[in-house]
């Protein structure tokens, strides 16, 4: 680990105006030697200790004032502040019975201990799942490399790796979390040194490999994540979260699948919000699967057309095929799971 400056921010403004002018050419390079934010430090912390991530300072953004609050409407929708917890999230009793594959997703996530310390903003904010791009021996695609490792070398390892999307880089967003919000349509707000707000919806927050390789999300170099805001459930909204992984205790998602749908009296999926996890680089709106629901009855027949939908545009690698009927399986079963 190399040596950096510390510094306790008091304010948005202040943690901003610390920022270099060089971040910007060096956020994402894996020789970063710039300044970065760090909230809860997890995934930070695991870049600078691997070598990843050199920086001359970090700005610790943890405890400025205002950012740690939840704040829920029933017309206006809930906010959360870019520095709660999972911990707060997960105990949050609005958000369980308004906001469910939310609630859900937060309590699949991670550790008891992790989400003690994780926040929301970082949690979205954090890099991409990949072991190739997670070592300084490989210098892949989205560090700057001649090749993707997972796909192209020999013998490669793509087990759990992309299988939409996945032309270029094949790594997975990390953020289950995320999979969830997406689907129920929320907004991520950004404040940047001159003090502009911008509020971008999460289909917009993430970067696609095909669209920048160096770039998982919009965020700049003097930008901080203020908050998340979720619109009011529409009447008669169900949702379901599920998430598949290789072990019973904490694991990384090999699969996730958020389901947010308005459902009629006579079982009838009005509209329908359908977001996979760890299927591509970033969380990916299926909007295959949403079509083939929608004014459709919640039944096993139309959910199991629904998976097939979803999963026609996979294209899985040597290594992880069984990704195609995993997900199927999961899709099927969380729609099935708001009728």
């Given at each position: 680990?190399?040596?950096?400056?510390?510094?306790?921010a008091k304010s948005i403004e202040d943690a901003l105006q610390q920022v270099n002018s060089t971040v910007s050419e060096e956020l994402y390079q894996h020789t970063n030697k710039a300044t970065v934010f760090k909230s809860g430090g997890i995934d930070v912390f695991d870049w600078v200790k691997e070598g990843l991530l050199?920086?001359?300072?970090?700005?610790?953004?943890?405890n400025i004032p205002g950012l740690d609050k939840i704040n829920f409407d029933s017309k206006k929708g809930l906010r959360i502040g870019s520095n709660v917890t999972l911990a707060e999230l997960a105990s949050n009793a609005e958000i369980k019975e308004n906001y469910l594959a939310l609630h859900q997703a937060v309590n699949h996530a991670a550790t008891p201990q992790l989400r003690n310390i994780s926040t929301l903003g970082g949690n979205i904010a954090q890099r991409n799942r990949c072991w190739?791009?997670?070592s300084t021996d490989h210098d892949c695609f989205r560090k700057g490399g001649d090749r993707c490792f997972a796909r192209h070398s020999e013998n490669g390892e793509n087990e759990n790796h992309a299988i939409i999307d996945n032309g270029s880089c094949v790594s997975v967003h990390?953020?289950?979390?995320?999979?969830?919000?997406?689907?129920?349509?929320?907004?991520?707000?950004?404040?940047?040194?001159?003090?502009e707000k911008k509020t971008v919806s999460m289909d917009d927050f993430f970067v696609t490999a095909s669209k920048d390789l160096a770039m998982e999300n919009i965020l700049q170099a003097k930008?901080?994540?203020?908050?998340?805001s979720i619109p009011a459930p529409a009447k008669n909204t169900k949702s379901a979260y599920i998430k598949q992984v290789a072990r019973e205790s904490y694991d990384w998602s090999l699969g996730d699948v958020a389901v947010v749908a308005e459902v009629s009296g006579n079982n009838t999926c009005r509209s329908a919000s359908i977001v996979l996890g760890a299927a591509a680089p970033v969380p990916y709106?299926?909007?295959e699967a949403q079509q083939a629901m929608e004014d459709k009855t919640i039944n096993s027949e139309n959910a199991t057309a629904a998976s097939k939908a979803a999963m026609k545009i996979a294209r899985p690698l040597t290594k992880n095929g069984y990704k195609v009927p995993l997900f199927e399986a999961t899709i099927k079963q969380a729609i099935l799971e708001i009728s």
């Open positions: 680990m190399n040596k950096f400056s510390w510094y306790e050199q920086p001359q300072k970090i700005i610790n953004i943890r190739y791009f997670r990390a953020s289950s979390i995320s999979t969830a919000l997406m689907a129920f349509n929320a907004n991520v707000v950004i404040i940047n040194s001159e003090g930008e901080i994540i203020t908050e998340i709106r299926s909007k």
